[in-house]
């Protein structure tokens, strides 16, 4: 697996943890995330984080709000797209993700 088709993003991550949180403690979620996305994983404190905020009945994978200019593409349709490609095949490649929602890799 090459480092540029393992790449997530943040939201990605977060709808693999919210996922397998109910399956696994945040230190068997971020062992499985390192085994399979390597370098680009997210770091430990991230999993801890969203892991507790899900068990704690977090349902949405975005950033809180927050002051500045809107990021357009992330959206609460998109984050559900998005989390129901990863839970189909959590192998999915970046690239695949940007072309089935027809929204920019970057």
Same mark, same amino acid.
């Given at each position: 697996m090459s480092a540029e088709s393992s790449n997530l993003s943040n939201i990605e991550?977060?709808? =693999?943890?919210?996922?397998f949180v109910k399956k696994g403690t945040p230190k068997e979620i971020f062992e499985d995330m390192v085994s399979n996305l390597q370098?680009? +994983?997210?770091?430990?404190t991230m999993v801890k984080k969203w892991a507790r905020l899900f068990q704690q009945g977090r349902e949405s994978c975005e950033d809180d709000p927050r002051p500045g200019r809107p990021v357009t593409v992330v959206t609460e349709e998109n =984050?559900?797209?998005i989390e129901k490609l990863v839970l189909a095949d959590r192998r999915i490649k970046l690239w695949?993700? +940007?072309e089935e929602l027809q929204i920019s890799k970057e």
């Open positions: 991550h977060r709808a =693999v943890i919210k996922y370098e680009s +994983a997210p770091l430990y =984050v559900r797209k695949q993700i +940007a």
